[in-house]
Each structure stands twice: as C-alpha cells, then as structure tokens.
T-cell receptor, first 110, second 116 residues
C-alpha cells in the first residue's frame, strides 16, 4: 500500500513564527487531505488538496502530485494552532479510503 | 445541524466483553469508515462501507465486526477476540464519486475505549 511520511515529527514555535510541514507519499494519489487534531481528539478538516495550492486565512497548502509531496504552511502561529497535524492520502478505486501519516506534533509557546 | 455523531464519548470494558460503538451521520453520505488511533500514531482503517448491507475489511479488521442496516448508521463492535482494544476510535463519512473517484472525508468526535 501507499506509504505516507510526515516531517518534522515534532515542532516547537514561538507565537508569531511561521512554519512549514511536509508530507511525502510513495505513489500517485487522487485525494490528499490535511487535518488538525485538537487536544480533545477531534480531527478538523483543513484542506482537501489533491493538487495545486489553496489558502484559508493564516494557513495555506500546496500539493505537487507529480513529485509526490504536499506542504502545509502556517503563518503568524498562535497558541490555538497547537496540536497534531495529519496528512492523509487516497486513490481512485479504493472507496475513498485514507492512509494516514504519523503526524507532526506542533507546540506554539508564548 | 449536519454532522457525524459518535457515542459514547468514553467507554470502559472488562476483558472478555463485547462492546458496540455508535456512529450516525445526517450528511446523506454514501460511504462510512471506522479508524483506530493508538497514542502517538496515525489512524488505521478497521472497516468501511460504501452502501447499505455491504462492508469491507480494512487493514486491521481482526477482532472487530460492523453492520450497515441504514445509510445513516455504521456501528462497530469490538469483540473479546481483539487482543489490544484500548484505543481512540474515529468514525468518518464521505460522498462516493462515480467511477471509483475519491471525495473529502469528514470525521466524528471519537470514542475512547479503555479495557480494564
């Protein structure tokens, strides 16, 4: 099956700093999603981005499908950005099943 | 309010007991999924269903069972055969595109199961 690797595994930032999270995947995909898991465990959808670039406020994401990676950018980080960020991928013909990476744990300090 | 609900939020089980976790969605989504998350790990797929009365095993189906009698509901039973059931369980749903296409998946709030 598809392998998904996320880096870095852990990241500590001071409030106001910018960061880039990376997701590499081992095969072609038709679905790529970024999630933020909050301290209560809820997975919050950030981006559905199988290719191209999207922006939502302080967050943006870029997927380069031909090179099998995606990047999540967080600008002007806030303490509420803390949590775990997951990348997940899926392929056509697989009933939208997602394969998850192991996540990047982000801590934003004052 | 549209969304995915899971109950209970916390569940404690004695060894040897079967327990059933509830998942309901009112998004009119075709497909539903169950994932398991262990501490510090990503999510792994247990079972999924694309249509009522049909479901398929995921990567870690041993010790679990499901049913899909209604489009809105996809309960998961953790049986006594599951060797290490303590985990966080998340249910998800999505639209199914024609031709096997993929669509965005949305998640419920999860159930934390602890075996005593």
């Amino acid at each position: 099956g598809i392998q998904v690797e996320q880096s870095p595994p852990d990241l500590i930032l001071q409030e106001g700093a910018n960061s880039t999270l990376r997701c590499n995947f081992s095969d072609s995909v038709n679905n790529l999603q970024w999630f933020h898991q909050n301290p209560w465990g809820q997975l919050i959808n950030l981006f559905y981005i199988p290719s191209g670039t999207k922006q939502n406020g302080r967050l943006s994401a870029t997927t380069v499908a031909t090179e099998r990676y995606s990047l999540l950018y967080i600008s002007s980080s806030q303490t509420t950005d803390s949590g775990v960020y997951f990348c997940a991928v899926g392929r056509s013909g697989t009933a939208s099943k997602l394969t998850f990476g192991t996540g990047t744990r982000l801590q934003v300090t004052l | 309010d549209g969304g995915i609900t899971q109950s209970p939020k916390y569940l404690f089980r004695k060894e040897g007991q079967n327990v059933t976790l509830s998942c309901e969605q009112n998004l009119n989504h075709d497909a539903m999924y169950w994932y398991r998350q262990d501490p510090g790990q990503g999510l792994r797929l247990i079972y999924y269903s694309q249509i009522v009365n049909d479901f398929q095993k995921g990567d870690i189906a041993e010790g679990y069972s499901v049913s899909r009698e209604k489009k809105e509901s996809f309960p998961l039973t953790v049986t006594s055969a599951q060797k290490n059931p303590t985990a966080f369980y998340l249910c998800a749903s999505s639209i199914l595109a024609g031709g096997g296409g993929v669509h965005e998946q949305f998640f419920g709030p999860g159930t934390r199961l602890t075996v005593l």
